[in-house]
C-alpha cells in the first residue's frame, strides 16, 4: 500500500471518528421519559408566564428559595458564570428561571431584584403554595420545610434584603439541587448540578441549541 492511500484512509478513518465522536455529543442528554411538562406560574418580571413561552429556547430551571444560604446562591452565580462562556448569540438562546418553593416569604419584586445579582436575564417564578407543589411533582422535584424558625441575620448573609418583603418568618427547605434542562421543544433532557464543569455545561448546551 502506497503513501497516498495510506494518507487516504488516515484522513476517512479521522472524519469517521469525528462524526461518530459528534453524534455521541449530540447525544449526550437524552430526552426523559415522564419528567416534564408545560405549567404557568407569576413571573419576577410581571404577569404570568408559561414553560411554553420559551420554545425554542433551552431552558435552565432550579428550584429554590432566596433565604437559602449555601446551595442556591452558589448555584446561581454558577449558571451566570457559565452563562458567560456563551456568545451574545447563544446567551439570547437560553433561559434561566428560578422557581421559588417559599410561597410565603419571596414576592416577585423581591425575586427579580435577587436575580438581578446574578444575572438580570433571569427570571424568578413564584405563586400559591399548591400551584408550586404542581410544578415541583412534573418534575420530580422535592422540597419540604425544616424548620419553623426566624432566618437570623448571619444565615440570610447570602440573601438580598428587601425593605418590601413581607416580615414574615424565613423557613429553612430541603430541596432537589438540580438544574433541570429543557430543551426548545420543551422536552426535558437532564441535568446539571452545582459542581458540573462550566465547560461541560456549555458544551451541553450548546449542543442543544445546535439541535
Known sequence: ?????????????????????????????PILKGIGGDFTLTSSKGGEV????????????FFGYTNCA???????????????KLSPN????????FVSIDSEYDTPKHLNK???YFD?????????????AEVAKL??????????????????????????????????FSHTAKIFVIDGKGRTRGFFYTGTPLIEMRDEIVGLLKG
Open 70 to 84: 449555601d446551595i442556591c446562591p452558589t448555584t446561581m452565580a454558577h449558571v451566570s458564570q457559565m452563562m458567560r
Open 90 to 97: 447563544q446567551q439570547a438562546q437560553v433561559q434561566v428561571l
Open 1 to 29: 500500500m502506497n503513501k497516498i492511500v495510506k494518507l487516504i484512509l488516515s484522513i476517512s478513518l479521522g472524519l469517521s471518528l469525528n462524526l461518530v465522536t459528534g453524534s455521541f455529543a449530540s447525544a449526550q442528554m
Open 139 to 172: 418534575y420530580s422535584a422535592e422540597f419540604s420545610k425544616l424548620a419553623d424558625e426566624r432566618v437570623t441575620t448571619q444565615y440570610k448573609k447570602l440573601s438580598v434584603e428587601d425593605g418590601n418583603a413581607p416580615k414574615k418568618k424565613g423557613y429553612l
Open 114 to 116: 435577587y436575580l438581578s
Open 120 to 132: 438580570p436575564s433571569f427570571i424568578g417564578l413564584v405563586d400559591d403554595e399548591e400551584k408550586v
Open 50 to 61: 408559561s414553560l411554553t413561552d420559551f420554545r425554542g429556547k433551552v431552558v435552565l430551571m
